[in-house]
């Protein structure tokens, strides 16, 4: 990824990354193992990853996997995951580093409430958007006496292929449709309604960036505001039940946090004037992108059939565009020879270009 300014910019895949300018890598991966709930116990299921002590290494069977963090079952607060893994992200968006932080695992695995995408006001504040918000608008308050500051935010889906923006209030007809249909509450075909408004469309600007046209940007100053917004995707986003997961997402969602700030200038003293090179140095624009992504499936496990089984198709699509995305940036190889990289496979993978093409 690249910062405002131009400079590469630290970013993280996984659960969190780190911005530390000493770090040779911009891609952190952390494992989080979620403990057993209720079902699971009544069932007789026992935790199959051992954690090795003092190492963020763990073992499966006779095979054993190290990350950059590791935290398990037992009951590791939110509190660690975010200061270690999110915070320095947070840090470096004030300083004009651009970053993603993803959740990626198999249906159920705890990623929706690990981001905390299913937030409510008033409900649990343990997930990391819910601490990336708080920790965004305490260090506004502190820096407001040097700065301007505006922020905005985004939240959309890809549910099937299709980028729908879930701040809309009022999206095309046909994404309404499908909706309807998806729930169980219409049967046939989807008819094209027309409502006037075209659907999202992925561009490419002419530096070589990803922008989405027509999505909407809300204008947020405060955590309440961003907290609403927040609320109000979750509550449109696609969900379904399934044999693995009674509130299982359906769509890979993206929550977008931009970040303007201006420096303030006090005129000097003996009347002088500022210099406007000098001024243009001062301004300040980062994204933090947040992505839940919709579990990997297999049909045979999540009895989906219908709607159902044709959502897990494009879902397990888009996780395998990512994987194979991901593959070709770590061969360096072929890199050097500069290969082929697919982020044309999948919306998902075109939309994150911009962020995956800096690892």
Known sequence: MESA???????SYGIGGSVDKDATLAVKVALNIRPLIGLERLQGCKDCITVVAGEPQVQLGSHSFTFDHVYGSTGTPMSVIFEECVAPLVEGLFQGY??????????????????????????????VIPKVMETIFQRVETLKEKADFQIRVSFI????????????PTPPATVKADLTNAAGFGSGSTKAMTSGKPPIQIRETTNGGITLAGVTETDVTS?????????????????????????????????????????????PMDGGSMMLEDAGEDYLCAKLHLVDLA??????????????????????????ALGNVISALGDEKKRKEGGH????????????????SKF
């Open 98 to 127: 651009n970053a993603t932080v993803l959740a990626y695992g198999q249906t159920g695995s705890g990623k929706t409430f690990t981001m905390g995408t299913g937030y409510t006001v008033g409900g649990s504040t343990e997930g």
């Open 295 to 320: 579990g990997s499936e297999r049909a045979k496990r999540t009895g989906a059939d219908g709607v159902r089984f044709k959502e897990g198709v494009h879902i397990n699509k888009g996780l395998l």
């Open 157 to 168: 889906e890809i549910l099937k292929e299709e980028v729908h923006d879930l701040l809309d």
């Open 223 to 267: 955590q309440a505001e961003m907290a609403l917004c927040l609320e109000q995707g979750s509550l449109c986003r696609a969900t379904g039940s399934t044999m693995m997961n009674t509130r299982s997402s359906r769509s890979h969602a993206i929550f977008t946090i931009t970040l303007e700030q201006r420096r303030k200038w006090e005129m």
């Open 341 to 356: 990289v697919p982020y044309r496979d999948s919306k998902l993978t075109r939309l994150l270009q911009a962020r995956l």
């Open 5 to 11: 300014d131009g400079v590469p910019s630290e970013c």
